[in-house]
C-alpha cells in the first residue's frame, strides 16, 4: 500500500498553466503503475494521464494530448502532471492513484490506492 498527498492545484485563467505533485510514502515508488484522474460535478472519474514508474509508459488521454504531460521523480517519490493551455472543460477535482499492476488504458476501477484529491478551477 501507498499513500499519495496531491498538491498544486488552483484557480486560473483559461490558457493558463499549473503543475500537479503527487508525493508517494510507505512502500517502494518505483515499483508502481502511476495515474492521474479528474472527476467534474455529476461526471464519472476520468483517466488523464498515467505511468509505469518502471518503464515510463506512458498513457494521454485525448482530451488532453499536446497540453498535460506526465513524469515522475523516483528519486522524489512524486508524481507529476503539468498542465498547460488550460480549458474550462479541464475544472474539477484531480486525483493521484497508485497500483502494482500495470492496466493499459487506464481505468479508475483498477487502481487500489488514492490521495484525497486537488481542485483545478479554470475560469473564461
Known amino acids: 500500500q501507498v499513500q499519495l498527498v496531491e498538491s498544486g492545484g488552483g484557480s486560473v485563467q483559461a490558457g493558463g498553466s499549473l503543475r500537479l505533485s503527487c508525493l508517494a510514502s510507505?512502500?517502494?515508488?518505483?515499483?508502481?503503475?502511476m495515474g492521474w484522474f479528474r472527476q467534474a460535478p455529476g461526471k464519472e472519474r476520468e483517466a488523464v494521464a498515467s505511468?509505469?514508474?518502471?518503464?515510463?509508459?506512458?498513457y494521454i488521454d485525448g482530451s488532453v494530448r499536446g497540453r498535460f504531460t506526465i513524469s515522475h521523480d523516483n528519486a522524489k517519490n512524486t508524481l507529476y502532471l503539468q498542465m498547460n493551455s488550460l480549458k474550462p472543460e479541464d475544472t474539477g477535482m484531480y486525483y493521484c492513484?497508485?497500483?502494482?499492476?500495470?492496466?493499459?488504458?487506464?481505468?479508475?476501477?483498477?487502481?487500489?490506492?488514492w490521495g484525497q484529491g486537488t481542485q483545478v478551477t479554470v475560469s473564461t
Open positions: 505511468i509505469d514508474t518502471r518503464t515510463s509508459l506512458i
Open positions: 510507505g512502500n517502494t515508488f518505483s515499483s508502481y503503475y
Open positions: 492513484a497508485a497500483d502494482p499492476r500495470v492496466h493499459y488504458p487506464p481505468e479508475a476501477g483498477n487502481f487500489a490506492d
